[in-house]
């Protein structure tokens, strides 16, 4: 995966920082309650949401199960109908492959379809280093390259900016990139539309060369599929003479039956809508109709690493409808640059690290920028869970994951940081097996209660920053039984359950 995003620190600090600015907060509360709540009506609407739901991710399971078999046929099914396919193992060879053909057309621009799989590896930054330069159509993803910034939502990319802040961004920074700004340009929706419109009308009709995603694949037909809600999409899909489209390898579904469950799931869950305004298909080339050159590079870059992985395959079903980021309360306060990824908040929590490897700080942290409340288990649409993946990479991080990727090769290296905690579990094994240890430990921490320390020291302060430890009660609970019910041995289940129940009283 590409390190465009690497070099951050890990997820806890990247965190401290963004909780700590109220007006990103601000924009992200207000934001993904809008969203979740229109998602929550229109999701209400539908009978069988639970049947569709449960389609889908028998769908995806098929197809990653026989993920060889559909890939083939793609292929077959692409290059009969006139488009070239290729194959890239990792972020650099989709870049190069990108770059070269860009050249081979002699343009030095390029307008683009909003694609995560291109952030993924960075295909802007590798065409500008070509003296090629990529212009983002999408009005999110045209903010955010407009802004110097990094998305920071699956759906909605400049989610933690307000009306006004891309204002600003369009009056300062719209002239360097081609048509500037209407004069006297306010913050109303209506006018920051159309300066967008305007100015990328030009960009539209004047490329010959567009890159592309897709958001799904049929393995049958070699038909793209891109969803939409703006039209811009369309006019690169178009207009251009070339069309490049990278699409990762999971992208792809048997049949056009299948696309059926998905294009009535993926507009519910992402934008509240019964069907996206602009679905788009494409398959090869058609004289007369459509670019006349098409090229689809199919992008593995860790995701057969991840297909390996009886638990952490689940993630490859995702269809990047980002219901999850939107009911997750740590997303909602850290917003989506803390994630160190283009995939930000839950699915990016499991998706990178696997992606990527866990050798990295960040990485090794994703996999605990979560509470495990859940939500975003309940509102996947192809039900992936999300809270199971967490704790597998914990595990994984623990023991020692994958760090380092090259081409097919996965380095493990040896877990760090986790020294202590092994140390505290081993020791607390020890007292659990030997009870007179146990209790006297219980004895003496109770006698020395009021000289504890509220936070713990060390690494261990990372967990009490946020909460006080638990005090330690004045006499320990055997000691307490054999005071006040004689010495009658340990208490039993059902004298348990009587305290419970007075205590509950």
Known sequence: MSGTYLGMPAFPKAAHEAVNDSTLRGNLRHATHTIRAKRAKAVAEVSDWAALREAGKRIKDHTLRHLDRYLEQLDESVTGAGGVVHWAADAEEANRIVTDLVKATGESEVVK???MAT???????????????AYETDLAELIVQLGKDRPSHILVPAIHRNRGEIRDIFRAEMAGWGRPAPEGLTDTPAELAEAARLHLREKFLRAKVGVSGANFMVAETGTLVVVESEGNGRMCLTLPETLISVVGIEKIVPTWRDLEVFLQTLPRSSTAERMNPYTSTWTGTTDGDGPRTFHLVLLDNGRTDTLADEVGRQALRCIRCSACLNVCPVYERAGGHAYGSVYPGPIGAILSPQLRGTGSEIDASLPYASSLCGACYEVCPVAIDIPEVLVHLRERVVEGGPAVRGGNKVVLRPAKGHAAE????RAARWAFTHPGALGAGQRLA????????????????A?????DLPAVPAEPFRDWWQRTHGAGGAPSSSAGQSLGEDGAE
Do not use: C, Y
């Open 446 to 461: 109770s006698r020395t209660r009021r000289f504890h320390p509220r936070s713990l020291p060390g690494p261990g302060r």
């Open 113 to 115: 379809v909003k694609s």
């Open 119 to 133: 952030q993924e590896i960075g295909l802007n930054e590798a065409l500008e280093a070509e003296g090629i330069r």
């Open 463 to 467: 967990w009490t920053d946020s909460r």
């Open 422 to 425: 092994r140390a505290a579990m």
